[in-house]
């Protein structure tokens, strides 16, 4: 199971139509179909039944999906935690005797600013 796969799902039960969900995700029906196939074949399950207007979770789908939101809702968690950590600014501060910094503090700022 990929991530991918994951997010491939949770945009077909959002549009409950795999032409929808594959304009959506901006990739040709046939991978969407394979990556949802994919998943079905890998568990077992048999998340979606087809109707001749869209398709609509099983019971089996319904379970996926509950499980699927969350680990995905954690994934984006993490993945905006670790991108603040990643972030983090540290302050410099200087002590600069008054003379030293009439002088030549103002040359030393504009330098380290370029």
Same mark, same amino acid.
């Given at each position: 199971?990929r991530l991918?796969?994951l997010?491939?799902f949770q945009?077909?039960?959002?549009?409950?139509?795999m032409?929808?969900?594959?304009?959506?995700?901006?990739?040709?029906?046939?991978s969407?179909?394979?990556?949802?196939?994919?998943?079905?074949? /890998?568990?077992?399950?048999? !998340?979606f039944?087809?109707? =001749?207007?869209g398709?609509v979770?099983? *019971?089996? @789908?319904?379970?996926?999906?509950? /499980?699927?939101?969350k680990? !995905?809702?954690?994934?984006? =968690?993490?993945?905006?935690?670790?991108? *603040?950590? @990643?972030?983090?600014?540290?302050?410099?501060?200087?002590?600069?005797?008054?003379?030293?910094s009439?002088?030549?503090?103002p040359?030393?700022?504009?330098a380290?600013?370029?």
């Amino acid at each position: 199971m990929r991530l991918t796969q994951l997010k491939y799902f949770q945009t077909v039960c959002r549009y409950q139509n795999m032409t929808r969900a594959a304009a959506e995700l901006h990739v040709s029906q046939p991978s969407l179909s394979n990556a949802i196939h994919e998943l079905e074949d /890998e568990f077992g399950l048999v !998340l979606f039944r087809r109707k =001749s207007r869209g398709i609509v979770l099983t *019971e089996q @789908g319904e379970i996926f999906y509950k /499980e699927a939101e969350k680990l !995905l809702e954690h994934v984006d =968690s993490f993945c905006e935690q670790m991108s *603040e950590l @990643g972030n983090v600014k540290h302050n410099v501060r200087l002590g600069v005797p008054y003379m030293l910094s009439a002088v030549v503090f103002p040359r030393l700022f504009a330098a380290f600013c370029r």
